[in-house]
Structure formats: C-alpha cells, structure tokens
C-alpha cells in the first residue's frame, strides 16, 4: 500500500505543473490577443509573473488525495490479481485477461 502511495504521490507532484498549464489554457479565449501563446510561452509568463514555485501552488491538496487513492488502487489490484492466481508459476489466462483489461481500461479511462 505504502508503494501505491508513493507511486501516486509522485507521479501527482511531477505532472501537477503541466496539468496547471493546460487548465490555464483551456481557460483562456482562443483568440489572437490570448495570454499565452504556447506551453513555454506560459511557463515563463506565469514564472515571471507569479514565481516559479506557483507552477506547484495547491499540489498538496491533491497529495492529500492521492496517497489513499492511490494505496487503495493499487492494494486492491494486488488483491485481485492474487484471487486470480496471477502471482502462481505457470500460465493464467484468466489472470493474465485481467491485467490487460486493466491496463487498457487505465490507457482509455
């Protein structure tokens, strides 16, 4: 569980900035007078504007929710995956069916 909190943890705090960015942008008119021009445009116009470290303003109520969501994730895979006898030597289709109808259901969902 520890795993899946951290894993989720990470992955919030590295993509936070970038999942900023494009709030930012989809907030803003498409028209030709817009803040931002691009991705970089806006990374150094909210830097300079705001400071660097506001690309990271308010990641720690999403790390609130994330370590649980995610040790919850992930223990309830691993259970699963147990039930299904995908840590057992030897082939399990069914076990096997239900890791790739996970792993598409993450990529689609």
Same mark, same amino acid.
């Given at each position: 569980?520890?795993?899946?909190?951290?894993?989720?943890?990470?992955?919030?705090?590295?993509?936070?900035?970038?999942?900023?960015?494009?709030?930012?942008?989809?907030?803003?008119?498409?028209?030709? $007078?817009?803040?931002?021009?691009?991705? &970089? @445009? *806006?990374?150094?116009?909210?830097?300079? +504007?705001? #400071?660097?470290?506001?690309?990271?303003?308010?990641?720690?109520?999403?790390?609130?929710?994330?370590?649980?969501?995610?040790?919850?994730?992930?223990?309830?895979?691993? $259970?699963?995956?147990?039930?299904?006898? &995908? @840590? *057992?030597?030897?082939?399990?289709?069914? +076990?096997? #069916?239900?890791?790739?109808?996970?792993?598409?259901?993450?990529?689609?969902?």
């Amino acid at each position: 569980m520890a795993a899946g909190a951290f894993a989720g943890i990470a992955e919030h705090s590295v993509m936070y900035p970038i999942d900023l960015l494009k709030t930012r942008m989809q907030v803003v008119n498409p028209t030709p $007078a817009a803040i931002y021009t691009g991705i &970089g @445009n *806006a990374i150094a116009t909210i830097s300079r +504007a705001e #400071g660097y470290l506001s690309l990271w303003r308010g990641l720690s109520s999403v790390v609130v929710g994330a370590g649980p969501a995610h040790a919850v994730y992930f223990a309830t895979y691993e $259970a699963v995956k147990q039930a299904m006898g &995908g @840590n *057992a030597a030897g082939h399990h289709p069914l +076990a096997a #069916g239900a890791q790739n109808h996970e792993t598409i259901w993450r990529r689609n969902g």
